[in-house]
């Protein structure tokens, strides 16, 4: 889950701004300010967003609002301890937000590397699939106890698993023999399975 970005709130920034304004000696006690239609204006924002911050100026003795006659400067001397309050604020919210990206980058880097693991499971299925696939050879001498027999005389594919896809007899090869091969002295069997048939194939084949 992605963290979420937390940032102060708007009208908060705009208090703040005109704090530091005052601060600044722009607005000294006893100035009006410009209506909140323009301060709108100004901040492009919504006159509610301009009311919430006045409000919050008001609210610790830094503004006054009189019907008709607008927003007066009625305190300087609270500001520096409003201003002092927000950056705490400011900072808590800095910290939460770096905590935010130091999260989402450790959730990333931990998605990254559950993709690895699983790229690298499915290569070693993949990889045994493959190996699965590689035929084995397998010489037919004197030993061999099935001379002379076919492939389904011995029930060969359900005994060991194992799928006899050539034979090489003499000069010649012989492609998907089916269960007509012979177990001839001398041929060359090859055939698809994994380890188990093929330990099974000279079991049967050899003992």
């Given at each position: 889950m992605k963290a979420k970005k937390v940032t102060m709130a708007l009208y908060r920034q705009i208090a703040?701004?005109?704090a530091k304004n005052i601060a600044s000696g722009k607005y000294v006690q006893g100035d009006k300010l410009f209506g909140r239609s323009m301060l709108a204006s100004h901040y492009q924002v919504s006159p509610e967003t301009i009311r919430k911050a006045v409000f919050l100026l008001k609210d610790v003795?830094?503004?006054?609002?009189?019907?008709?006659?607008?927003?007066?400067?009625?305190?300087?001397e609270k500001v520096a301890d409003f201003l002092k309050k927000n950056e705490g604020f400011d900072t808590l919210a800095t910290l939460k937000e770096d905590l935010d990206s130091w999260a989402?980058?450790?959730?990333?880097?931990?998605?990254d590397i559950l993709d690895k693991i699983q790229f690298a499971v499915n290569q070693t299925q993949q990889t045994h699939v493959i190996g699965s696939l590689n035929p084995y050879e397998i010489k037919i001498t004197a030993a061999c106890k099935v001379l002379g027999?076919?492939?389904?005389e011995l029930q060969f594919w359900h005994l060991t698993g194992a799928t006899i896809v050539a034979v090489r007899h003499g000069e010649e090869l012989i492609l998907s023999p089916g269960p007509?091969?012979?177990?001839?002295?001398?041929?060359?069997?090859?055939?698809?399975?994994?380890?188990?048939?093929?330990l099974a194939s000279m079991k049967l084949l050899f003992e």
């Open positions: 703040i701004d005109i003795g830094i503004l006054q609002t009189e019907k008709g006659s607008g927003i007066k400067v009625v305190s300087t989402e980058e450790q959730n990333r880097q931990i998605q027999k076919t492939a389904n007509y091969a012979t177990f001839c002295q001398g041929d060359s069997l090859f055939i698809v399975g994994d380890t188990a048939s093929h």
